[in-house]
């Protein structure tokens, strides 16, 4: 059984960094992981991706600021966040499948696995 717990969230000054974690048990059965975004009342947004083999994928709106990398040893996914926007500001997840990222992609409907969020908060 795959297991997700974000932290690292919380409240930064535009301009400022932040970095999520996800850690867990049983990705042993996981080809993709991913983070994604929600705030009230939108789509939960994917916005970057890892394969198994450390290729990334990333959204528009994130490209060159926030960088996603995942450390198997500690079963353990991170998203750097640089450079922080107040439009940033949502509950972000982490999430993952046992499917290829080139089938999953950035549809949320897609992952079979999701952690409880972690809240940003950026002014």
């Known amino acids: 059984h795959v297991q997700l717990v974000e932290s690292g969230g919380g409240s930064v000054q535009a301009g400022g960094s932040l970095r999520l974690s996800c850690g867990g048990s049983g990705w042993y059965s996981v080809l993709c992981m991913a983070w994604f975004r929600q705030t009230p009342g939108k789509e939960r947004e994917g916005i970057a991706t890892?394969?198994?083999?450390?290729?990334?994928s990333y959204t528009d709106s994130v490209k060159g600021r926030f960088t996603i990398s995942k450390d198997n040893s500690k079963n353990t996914l991170y998203l750097q966040m640089n450079s922080l926007k107040p439009e940033d500001s949502a509950m972000y997840y982490c999430?993952?499948?046992?499917?290829?990222?080139?089938?999953?992609?950035?549809?949320?409907?897609?992952?079979?696995?999701w952690g409880q969020g972690t809240q940003v908060t950026v002014s």
């Open positions: 999430a993952a499948d046992p499917r290829r990222c080139f089938v999953t992609l950035f549809y949320s409907t897609r992952y079979k696995y």
């Open positions: 890892i394969a198994s083999d450390g290729r990334t």
